[in-house]
């Protein structure tokens, strides 16, 4: 019988993180300025270091780990791969379910993939700050942990509706040192402004995102970190579906379908890409590989957005990117999984998507409490919310694999657990918990206000 619990070596945690652009057919098109020209390494260099502006920009495959960011990957990486017996049972179906799990981190999620490696590069360079903003408050708690690990102060501005929905995430930045305020603020020009609109604004990531980069332009010991979105997050996340790689390698097997979730890209694109670098090599276990976001129906990015030029942030301080978006004044719903409610996508994300390489799917939110449950009920593990959405897509995928009677290998990126979510699951077990699916006509009029370039 295949083993429950597929563990590798210390010695197995990845040398180098896989970059995707390197194996794109066309290369990926560039931030552009307010001027509608791509964005000079200068203009970036106001808000992120040198090292971080190298990855953001490399076509690289292959760029090396530090020793001093593996030494501290080494407290939970590598991760387990877990088969899913229990859950494959309850289903009775003949597919093989596996899941990577990301929240044995000290953060309890994915997250400090990308923010140990962020914190390190920080510190190299001479920061004296860092700025951040979180949804959910995963990405805070993370860049939080790291800023201890390397000495590096904490800022976070935290979107409001988590910051009053999820105190104990922000009771853990602050144990991590982290100063946190919730977003808008009237810290900023961008949070002052927000309030004069609608004083009881619930916030969103792209908003928050304006607060930090607001602040770390205007102060040049400052600089910013993000926790998703661009290339060089989606780079340190890769860890994940390089372990995994091994891991099945051990086994002697190969996933058929992958199922991330997705709000910025970043846990997808760890999980996904490292399996893609095969399908576009034309390794023949890949030729039929299915890659397929997860994202809410309350924001729906991916599946009703539109494929074009856009901010990254609320009030337009960032750079405009190629990518799949709702518009970036884009309000969504207070939804309970705060990671994915982005107004738009990672451009690599995006661009495969695009190309047609990669699946998209929009779940509502009680379903994806609903496999949480179930999930929680024959593994033990209480996911995050955001991981609920690969998993309620995982079992719709097993289900449908029990009906044509295929024993296919699913796998899912399961990245985080829920212990400081136990509100939501309080409001889904009461039946408080509601579905919202975004007015097509609200997305359609926040696309009219996309930035005019090109």
């Known amino acids: 019988m295949t083993p429950l619990r597929i563990d590798l070596a210390p010695n197995d945690i990845p040398t180098h993180w896989y970059n995707v652009v390197a194996d794109l057919a066309n290369a990926p098109a560039p931030p552009l300025g307010p001027d509608g020209k791509p964005v000079t390494p200068e203009a970036m260099g106001a808000i992120f270091p040198g090292p971080i502006l190298e990855q953001e920009m490399s076509a690289q495959r292959w760029i090396a780990i530090p020793d001093e960011v593996r030494q501290i990957y080494a407290q939970w990486r590598p991760s387990p791969l877990i088969r899913a ?127 930090a980069v607001e602040e770390a332009a205007a102060d040049p010991a400052v600089c910013y970190t993000l926790g998703s979105v661009l290339n060089h997050v989606a780079l340190h996340q890769t860890v994940i579906g390089l372990e995994a790689k091994k891991q099945f390698d051990k086994l002697g097997l190969y996933p058929d379908v992958i199922f991330g979730p997705c709000g910025g890209g970043s846990s997808f694109a760890g999980i996904a890409f490292p399996f ?143 212990h400081f979510d136990m509100a939501s699951y309080d409001k889904y077990l009461s039946g408080q918990l509601e579905d919202y699916a975004y007015p097509v006509e609200a997305i359609r009029q926040s696309l009219t206000r996309l930035p005019k370039v090109g």
Not at 136 to 141: D, F, H, K, L, N
Not at 194 to 209: C, E, K, Q, T, Y
Not at 276 to 290: E, F, I, S, V
Not at 332 to 339: F, V
């Open 85 to 211: 017996l229990r859950l494959e049972q309850a289903l009775g179906t003949p597919a093989k379910l596996f899941y990577k799990y990301e929240g044995v981190s000290p953060a309890g999620s994915h997250k400090p993939n990308s923010a140990v490696p962020q914190a390190y590069y920080n510190k190299v360079a001479g920061t004296q700050r860092l700025t951040t903003e979180t949804g959910a408050g995963q990405w805070g708690s993370s860049i939080a942990y790291a800023g201890q690990m390397f000495g590096l102060p904490v800022r976070v501005y935290m979107v409001k509706v988590s910051y009053q929905q999820k105190p104990f995430r922000r009771s853990m930045m602050q144990t991590w040192g982290a100063e946190v305020f919730a977003s808008p603020t009237d810290r900023t020009q961008a949070g002052r402004n927000a309030l004069a609109a609608d004083p009881d604004s619930p916030g969103s990531l792209g908003l928050a995102i304006s607060e």
């Open 276 to 418: 893609l670098a095969d399908k576009m090599a034309g390794d023949k276990r890949a030729q039929h590989l299915r890659c397929v976001a997860v994202e809410p129906t309350s924001c729906p990015t991916l599946t009703q957005g539109a494929y074009a030029y856009d901010y990254g942030d609320a009030s337009g301080y960032t750079p405009i990117m190629k990518m799949y978006t709702l518009g970036h004044d884009f309000m969504p719903p207070g939804i309970h999984a705060g990671g994915l409610r982005y107004h738009g996508d990672s451009p690599l994300v995006s661009q495969l998507l695009h190309e047609r390489l990669i699946e998209a799917l929009a779940v509502p939110q009680v379903a994806t409490f609903s496999a949480g449950v179930a999930f929680a009920r024959a593994e033990g593990i209480i996911p995050a919310p955001e991981s609920c959405h690969a998993i309620r897509a995982a079992i719709d995928e097993a289900l449908r694999c029990k009906e044509r009677g295929e024993p296919r290998t699913l796998l899912f990126n399961l990245t985080g657990h829920g």
